[in-house]
């Protein structure tokens, strides 16, 4: 069984940058796919990140130029660094792992099976 630890969430200014961290562990299996979601109060979650390995990648339009999610060389630690803040980012974050192939399906949070717990991001203007 696979865990992961979401850590980074803070508040912020509009405007600033935050950097989220998900820790993985537990569990054999490699873990290939890697999303960050947000929820927001009163909405669905949707898919903000996601990356497959080092070398696919899929980004929420709305977060394209602005948020950058990586993997560290042991593959258990995924990054989500956010810059150019606004108060629509604010929401909980949600770190997510799936040992399958799911490019470029990596923002249906459907086809995921480990998830964390959260961290909170709120952006005041």
């Known amino acids: 069984q696979v865990q992961l630890v979401e850590s980074g969430g803070a508040s912020v200014q509009s405007g600033g940058s935050l950097r989220l961290t998900c820790e993985a562990s537990?569990?054999?299996?490699?873990?290939?796919?890697m999303a960050w979601f947000r929820q927001a109060p009163g909405k669905e979650r949707e898919g903000v990140a996601g990356l497959f390995r080092a070398s696919n990648f899929n980004y929420a339009s709305s977060v394209k130029g602005r948020f950058s999610i990586s993997k560290d060389n042991t593959g258990h630690t995924l990054y989500l660094q956010m810059n150019d803040l606004t108060p629509e980012d604010t929401a909980v974050y949600y770190c997510?792992?799936?040992?399958?192939?799911?490019?470029?399906?990596?923002?249906?949070?459907?086809?995921?099976?480990?998830w964390g717990q959260g961290t909170q991001v709120t952006v005041s203007s």
């Open positions: 537990g569990g054999t299996v490699s873990i290939d796919s």
């Open positions: 997510a792992a799936d040992p399958r192939y799911l490019w470029p399906t990596l923002l249906d949070a459907h086809r995921y099976m480990y």
